[in-house]
């Protein structure tokens, strides 16, 4: 199924894709930042996501908070996300409140009002968040772990949410300076789709954001990592009821077409009740959880990211023999293994998933914003479908063979320990 | 001020009533050439046998794992192969046998939900492990703190009432569900006077309805079946406090039995939660506790409205430090509710709101099912969705002052809080009655 966006460009640099779709008087308008925890540095960690908070605190004209109390008010759903690529906000709404939301991104984008008196209570905010995603959830610093002992130089070694100490340090000119550097027209893409006149759209487009002036471009990121030379491992020890192991192998970003072949393979691996590892390890209470994941269309990582393999085992079970049978189940793939009949239905489940995915005006317009933004182009958001049916077992052995290897494996183990032995080892933040 | 709204576009419905008593909504959906297949049986976690939390739920998975024509592992493949999904589980009020996938395939998915609700093997082997997969999940639960807090506040709460379990059962319970109890667990509530289908999809409703006509207008209906009794025990202002001294943050629950579905007052309810707690920044808690205090990253307060009378929940989680005094504040912000109610502008907002957003839940089959789903299992009037956002419109800020000074009662709270209890047992102590229990 294609899927028709057009694209148009204001003199500020800033790029907008159309889409029409009158099946309810709805409308999706999203602005994509190139920001995320990709463009941080040491010291302030954290800042991109801690920024998309500062968003919602208030402009000039308009009060803490207040934006989404408007966007609700108007029978309208909002938030926004930050990854390590990009930074998202987006509003779903009534069609003919849309002017309303165009107006609201405009003013924040031109009259952000960045005070002590906000920061202070929104840093307490977002380490609570912390605590909830990660300090407290039951993997969220093994995870951690992972992408800082996978990548040396490249910035996804760092959680997009930042390290505590960070978050706890950082200034509001630090904030506002990379509000200057990247919330600029020429650095971002609106996306708005729905039951729309193209363009009225336009126009309201060019009547709020016209006038917002570009910046210099942010400087580009040149650490990239390079080839990893041998297997990494870790133990991390927490209270836990479970023992758990996390793997990544370093993988290409979202423009390789590798990255198409490796998405059958995860699929084989582990989607579904009929994937290899349902049947292997989980159905038969082996394991509560073995899966394989590299992302799905748009949440592929920019640059080379980590293809991640899990498992989450109950106590009883030994760690070492399951982590090594896994490793079995990959090679067998080398060997190939892969039947005419699994390939059919890996592909069959993915191009069904991505059907169903183009439901909503929201996530048709976060496919195009955010390919446009990792990929450089939207349009790879129609390949995807014939890519995905090109795909043979040849080119699934293939990646297998280059990427699924011990040398390209970074491994961390989790080992449950005492609340004794937590105490002992110190405070985790 | 009037409120102005855009009416959603309405789509082809077909509704009928077989004889033996199954009700069929077919709904016509275009947007995409997908399916979603919903059959749904008005019986839910709170006809669980005592002690035995978890029967309604893992009976309707079961029905999933092996039919005389094929077994666990060709309905896999089958589903699998045909890029679809299917699930099978019961909330409290009702149980849902939910499949998505394309709409070419709907016939080869009705047929297999005939097999699973008419010849079901109870497989022995697949059923011991099911019920191991179950424990093993449940076992992970205990390092999920929002988790702990969630099934705790419920028990304490509801004490020993099904509405006191969740209805994916306990740790403790999973391993005393016999065959037999999900063998007769089926027979005696799956039966066609209980049973209702709602299908969303790019189809013609007259197609979906003849198929389920031919495959299910046979089927006899059974004898009447008594639902168990419903017993709440109330008990007010008491704290109960989980310790886990790895945690940096605690969970917070407050809360009392709430209403039911059927509650003639439940819009201005929900309104007036939306603008207490349910409307995140629009809401007072949020407003209070987030944006002003900056204690917590996220609070909510919801009406569970059911069957029988559902909790009152206000949920949140701080810093281990701020424990104490986050419970202070939504008191405060309670108590100032109940007594004071919404100013105009928050019940117009919230009114709006309300209006507004009602079409954004038309987007998909599956939440378009959603809707038609709360219709069959509440019995909500047939125009519910036609009404919905004019209905609304007419609420007053009258209405919401008198439902907050009935529906809301501070004085009466059950809280669980699960964290580090050196950091704030003897400060919540001040609050009320405090115990220590374990998970």
């Known amino acids: 199924m294609e899927l028709k966006f057009n694209i148009h460009h204001l003199e500020n640099g800033l790029t907008i894709l159309?889409?029409?779709?009158?099946?309810?008087?709805?409308?999706?308008?999203?602005?994509?930042?190139?920001?995320?925890?990709?463009?941080?540095?040491?010291?302030?960690t954290g800042i991109s996501h801690m920024f998309e908070h500062m968003m919602f605190k208030g402009t000039k004209k308009v009060g803490p908070e207040e934006f989404a109390r408007i966007i609700q008010a108007a029978g309208g759903s909002l938030n926004a996300f930050t990854t390590q690529d990009n930074t998202t906000y987006y509003e779903n709404l009534p069609s003919d409140k849309l002017e309303l939301a165009v107006k609201l991104e405009?003013?924040?984008?031109?009259?952000?009002r960045l005070t002590e008196e906000t920061l202070e209570p929104e840093r307490e905010v977002v380490r609570n968040e912390r605590k909830l995603r990660t300090v407290n959830s039951p993997f969220g610093l093994v995870y951690e772990k992972l992408y800082a002992l996978a990548y040396e130089r490249h910035p996804y070694q760092w959680p997009v949410i930042g390290w505590d100490s960070d978050l706890k340090a950082f200034t509001l000119e630090d904030c506002k300076e990379y509000y200057r550097i990247y919330y600029a027209p020429n650095n971002s893409v609106i996306v708005i789709s729905g039951d729309i006149e193209e363009e009225k759209a336009l126009s309201l487009v060019k009547k709020y954001f016209g006038d917002i002036p570009a910046q210099k471009p942010p400087p580009p990121i040149v650490t990239f990592e390079e080839p990893q030379r041998g297997e990494k491992r870790a133990i991390f020890k927490k209270v836990s009821k479970m023992k758990a192991f996390f793997a990544g192998f370093h993988v290409p970003g979202i423009k390789d077409d590798d990255i198409y072949p490796l998405m059958v393979l995860c699929t084989i691996f582990s989607t579904g009740k009929s994937s290899r590892f349902y049947k292997k390890y989980i159905k038969k209470g082996v394991a509560l959880e073995v899966s394989m994941d590299v992302g799905s269309p748009p949440f592929i990582s920019m640059d080379p990211g980590l293809l991640i393999v899990e498992a989450v085992l109950s106590p009883d079970k030994d760690t070492e023999k399951i982590e090594k049978n896994i490793w079995a189940d990959i090679e067998e793939i080398k060997r190939d293994s892969i039947t005419n009949e699994e390939l059919k239905r890996a592909k069959k489940q993915i191009l069904s998933s991505f059907l169903t995915s183009m439901q909503t005006?929201?996530?048709k317009a976060l496919l195009a914003g955010m390919y446009h933004i990792r990929a450089g182009d939207f349009s790879y958001i129609n390949r995807i479908e014939t890519k995905i049916k090109e795909v043979t077992i040849d080119m699934i052995v293939e990646v297998t063979k280059k990427y699924l290897t011990s040398d390209n494996r970074t491994v961390v183990t989790l080992v449950p320990i005492s609340s004794e032995e937590h105490h002992f080892l110190g405070p985790i933040s | 001020m009037t409120i102005q709204f855009k009416k959603i576009n309405p789509l082809p419905v077909k509704k009928v009533r077989l004889e033996n008593g199954i009700t069929v909504w077919a709904i016509y959906y275009d947007r995409v050439p997908t399916i979603s297949l919903n059959m749904i049986f008005k019986i839910g976690s709170f006809a669980d046998p005592d002690g035995k939390a978890g029967t309604s739920d893992l009976c309707s998975e079961i029905l999933t794992l092996g039919t005389e024509k094929m077994n666990s592992e060709e309905i896999a493949e089958m589903i699998d192969g045909l890029g679809a999904s299917l699930s099978a589980s019961s909330s409290w009020d009702f149980t849902q046998f939910h499949i998505t996938g394309l709409a070419e395939d709907y016939s080869s998915f009705i047929h297999l939900l005939k097999d699973m609700v008419f010849t079901p093997t109870f497989d022995n082997n697949e059923l011991s492990l099911l019920k191991e997969r179950r424990t093993l999940k449940l076992m992970q639960n205990k390092d999920k703190p929002e988790v702990i807090a969630d099934e705790s506040f419920l028990k304490m709460l509801y004490k020993n009432n099904p509405y006191g379990n969740m209805p994916y059962g306990s740790y403790d319970s999973i391993?005393?569900?016999?065959?037999?109890?999900?063998?007769?667990?089926?027979?005696?509530?799956y039966n066609p006077e209980n049973t209702s289908f709602i299908v969303v999809g790019h189809i013609s409703p007259d197609d979906v309805i003849d198929t389920i006509y031919k495959l299910f207008g046979d089927w006899k209906k059974s004898s009447?079946?008594?639902?168990?009794?419903?017993?709440?025990?109330?008990k007010g202002n008491h704290f109960y406090v989980i310790d886990r001294s790895d945690l940096t943050q605690s969970q917070i629950r407050l809360g009392h039995i709430g209403i039911v579905r059927n509650n003639p007052d439940y819009f201005p309810i929900i309104l007036d939660n939306?603008?207490?707690?349910?409307?995140g920044f629009s809401s007072r808690l949020m407003e209070r506790i987030r944006a002003q205090k900056g204690y917590t990253y996220g609070i909510t307060s919801s009406f569970s409205a059911r069957r029988f009378p559902g909790p009152f929940t206000?949920?949140?989680?701080?810093?281990t430090q701020t424990t104490t005094e986050v419970i202070k504040e939504i008191l405060y912000v309670l108590e100032d509710f109940k007594h004071n109610g919404p100013k105009q502008k928050e019940v117009f907002d919230a009114i709006s709101f309300f209006t507004g957003s009602f079409p954004l839940k038309f987007e998909t089959p599956s939440s378009i099912a959603r809707q038609y789903i709360e219709i069959e299992v509440y019995g909500l009037s047939d125009d519910y969705i036609e009404t919905y956002q004019e209905n609304f419109s007419q609420i007053k800020k009258e209405d919401l002052n008198r439902v907050s000074n009935q529906y809301l009662f501070p004085q009466k709270m059950i809280g669980v809080i699960v964290g580090n209890k050196d950091e704030f047992l003897a400060e919540l102590k001040s609050l009320g009655d405090v115990e220590e229990m374990g998970v």
């Open chain 1, 106 to 112: 405009a003013d924040r984008l031109k009259n952000l």
């Open chain 2, 274 to 279: 939306y603008i207490l707690g349910g409307g």
């Open chain 2, 175 to 189: 391993p005393l569900i016999s065959r037999k109890d999900v063998i007769d667990f089926h027979a005696k509530y």
């Open chain 1, 18 to 44: 159309t889409h029409r779709d009158p099946f309810q008087p709805l409308v999706s308008f999203q602005i994509h930042f190139k920001a995320g925890s990709r463009y941080e540095r040491p010291g302030i």
């Open chain 2, 224 to 234: 009447e079946f008594s639902l168990p009794e419903f017993k709440i025990e109330e």
């Open chain 2, 314 to 319: 206000i949920s949140t989680f701080t810093a």
């Open chain 1, 361 to 363: 005006n929201f996530f």
